[in-house]
Protein backbone atom coordinates (compact mmCIF):
# COMPACT_ATOMS: atom_id res chain seq x y z
CA UNK A 1 0.00 0.00 0.00
CA UNK A 2 1.46 3.65 -0.84
CA UNK A 3 1.63 5.72 2.00
CA UNK A 4 -0.30 9.31 0.87
CA UNK A 5 -0.65 12.49 2.89
CA UNK A 6 -3.47 15.39 1.79
CA UNK A 7 -4.23 18.72 3.08
CA UNK A 8 -7.64 19.54 2.15
CA UNK A 9 -8.57 23.47 2.10
CA UNK A 10 -10.79 25.40 2.78
CA UNK A 11 -10.32 27.91 0.15
CA UNK A 12 -8.72 27.70 -2.95
CA UNK A 13 -4.67 27.14 -2.99
CA UNK A 14 -3.48 28.58 -6.08
CA UNK A 15 -0.86 27.27 -7.96
CA UNK A 16 1.15 29.84 -8.27
CA UNK A 17 1.07 30.04 -4.21
CA UNK A 18 1.92 26.32 -4.06
CA UNK A 19 4.95 27.06 -6.33
CA UNK A 20 6.14 30.72 -4.03
CA UNK A 21 6.11 28.33 -1.13
CA UNK A 22 8.37 25.89 -3.11
CA UNK A 23 10.52 28.62 -3.93
CA UNK A 24 11.30 29.82 -0.67
CA UNK A 25 11.78 26.47 0.02
CA UNK A 26 14.86 26.56 -2.34
CA UNK A 27 13.15 24.46 -5.15
CA UNK A 28 13.45 26.56 -7.94
CA UNK A 29 13.15 23.65 -10.77
CA UNK A 30 9.80 23.16 -10.53
CA UNK A 31 8.32 20.50 -13.22
CA UNK A 32 4.87 21.49 -13.51
CA UNK A 33 2.20 19.05 -15.39
CA UNK A 34 -1.05 20.32 -15.80
CA UNK A 35 -3.79 18.44 -14.84
CA UNK A 36 -7.80 18.81 -16.20
CA UNK A 37 -8.22 20.39 -12.43
CA UNK A 38 -4.68 20.73 -11.06
CA UNK A 39 -1.25 19.99 -11.78
CA UNK A 40 1.18 17.12 -10.91
CA UNK A 41 4.78 17.69 -9.51
CA UNK A 42 6.37 15.03 -10.34
CA UNK A 43 10.44 16.31 -9.85
CA UNK A 44 10.57 15.04 -6.23
CA UNK A 45 10.16 11.21 -7.02
CA UNK A 46 13.63 10.61 -7.53
CA UNK A 47 15.39 12.62 -4.20
CA UNK A 48 12.50 12.34 -1.97
CA UNK A 49 10.29 9.45 -3.35
CA UNK A 50 7.24 11.12 -3.92
CA UNK A 51 4.38 13.02 -6.19
CA UNK A 52 3.04 16.20 -5.23
CA UNK A 53 -1.00 16.86 -6.54
CA UNK A 54 -2.90 20.21 -6.21
CA UNK A 55 -6.46 19.50 -7.23
CA UNK A 56 -9.43 21.21 -7.16
CA UNK A 57 -12.15 19.78 -5.58
CA UNK A 58 -15.39 18.54 -7.22
CA UNK A 59 -18.76 19.88 -6.31
CA UNK A 60 -20.77 19.40 -3.19
CA UNK A 61 -21.18 16.69 -1.80
CA UNK A 62 -17.52 15.15 -3.39
CA UNK A 63 -16.10 17.90 -1.77
CA UNK A 64 -17.38 17.20 1.67
CA UNK A 65 -15.53 15.56 4.53
CA UNK A 66 -17.13 13.81 7.20
CA UNK A 67 -14.54 14.33 10.64
CA UNK A 68 -14.11 14.62 14.41
CA UNK A 69 -12.76 17.82 14.39
CA UNK A 70 -15.90 19.24 13.75
CA UNK A 71 -19.53 18.96 13.96
CA UNK A 72 -20.67 19.59 10.47
CA UNK A 73 -18.71 18.45 8.10
CA UNK A 74 -15.79 20.46 6.74
CA UNK A 75 -16.44 21.55 2.81
CA UNK A 76 -13.00 22.02 1.36
CA UNK A 77 -11.99 23.36 -2.16
CA UNK A 78 -8.16 22.14 -3.09
CA UNK A 79 -6.13 19.34 -1.98
CA UNK A 80 -2.80 19.00 -2.46
CA UNK A 81 -1.51 15.59 -2.00
CA UNK A 82 1.75 13.90 -1.38
CA UNK A 83 1.85 10.30 -2.69
CA UNK A 84 4.86 8.25 -1.95
CA UNK A 85 5.90 5.81 -4.14
CA UNK A 86 8.09 2.87 -3.86
CA UNK A 87 8.75 3.17 -0.70
CA UNK A 88 11.97 5.33 -0.94
CA UNK A 89 10.90 7.52 1.46
CA UNK A 90 12.50 8.47 4.20
CA UNK A 91 12.99 11.20 7.44
CA UNK A 92 14.30 13.97 4.62
CA UNK A 93 10.59 13.11 2.71
CA UNK A 94 8.54 13.62 6.02
CA UNK A 95 10.46 16.85 6.98
CA UNK A 96 9.85 17.92 3.38
CA UNK A 97 5.91 17.10 3.40
CA UNK A 98 5.74 18.56 6.79
CA UNK A 99 7.57 21.30 6.19
CA UNK A 100 5.58 22.45 3.04
CA UNK A 101 2.02 21.84 4.76
CA UNK A 102 3.08 23.99 8.00
CA UNK A 103 4.50 26.86 5.85
CA UNK A 104 1.63 26.84 3.61
CA UNK A 105 -1.04 27.08 6.32
CA UNK A 106 1.49 29.85 7.87
CA UNK A 107 0.54 32.14 5.39
CA UNK A 108 -3.33 31.13 5.08
CA UNK A 109 -5.91 32.07 6.41
CA UNK A 110 -7.52 29.26 5.21
CA UNK A 111 -8.90 26.30 8.04
CA UNK A 112 -7.23 23.03 6.57
CA UNK A 113 -7.54 19.16 7.56
CA UNK A 114 -4.43 17.38 7.50
CA UNK A 115 -4.65 13.44 6.47
CA UNK A 116 -2.85 10.51 6.02
CA UNK A 117 -3.88 7.36 3.90
CA UNK A 118 -7.24 9.01 3.18
CA UNK A 119 -9.06 8.53 6.55
CA UNK A 120 -6.20 8.98 9.41
CA UNK A 121 -6.67 12.49 10.43
CA UNK A 122 -3.57 14.08 12.03
CA UNK A 123 -4.28 17.91 12.69
CA UNK A 124 -7.18 20.58 11.93
CA UNK A 125 -5.61 24.31 11.58
CA UNK A 126 -7.29 27.06 12.08
CA UNK A 127 -6.64 30.87 11.87
CA UNK A 128 -6.14 30.65 15.65
CA UNK A 129 -4.50 27.12 16.62
CA UNK A 130 -3.46 24.04 15.09
CA UNK A 131 -5.58 20.96 16.54
CA UNK A 132 -3.60 17.82 16.69
CA UNK A 133 -5.11 14.11 16.96
CA UNK A 134 -2.49 12.65 18.79
CA UNK A 135 -4.07 9.12 19.99
CA UNK A 136 -1.31 7.20 17.88
CA UNK A 137 1.52 9.43 19.24
CA UNK A 138 2.56 10.71 15.96
CA UNK A 139 3.33 14.03 17.30
CA UNK A 140 5.30 12.60 19.86
CA UNK A 141 8.07 11.37 17.58
CA UNK A 142 11.23 12.69 15.43
CA UNK A 143 9.93 15.33 12.57
CA UNK A 144 6.60 15.53 13.70
CA UNK A 145 7.27 16.62 17.63
CA UNK A 146 10.32 19.19 15.80
CA UNK A 147 8.10 20.30 13.59
CA UNK A 148 5.11 21.63 16.37
CA UNK A 149 7.58 23.51 17.93
CA UNK A 150 7.03 27.53 17.13
CA UNK A 151 3.35 27.20 16.64
CA UNK A 152 0.29 27.44 19.05
CA UNK A 153 -1.05 24.05 18.91
CA UNK A 154 -3.85 21.74 21.40
CA UNK A 155 -4.07 18.60 21.63
CA UNK A 156 -7.57 17.52 20.51
CA UNK A 157 -9.47 16.58 23.51
CA UNK A 158 -12.71 14.81 21.17
CA UNK A 159 -14.75 17.94 21.70
CA UNK A 160 -15.75 19.74 18.23
CA UNK A 161 -13.74 22.52 17.74
CA UNK A 162 -16.58 24.30 16.20
Known amino acids: MAIEYSLKLEEKLSESGLLEQ ?19 MSQFRSTLGLNLY ?3 S ?3 PYNAYETQFLRNEFVYESTLSFRFVNNLYNNETYEFVL ?11 SNALFLSNGDNELCFFTKDCIYSENSSHVWDKGCFAEILKGYKYCNFDGNYIF
Open 54 to 56: LTE
Open 99 to 109: SLVFNLMKNNN
Open 58 to 60: GEY
Open 22 to 40: LKSMGYTDNDVIELPKGIK
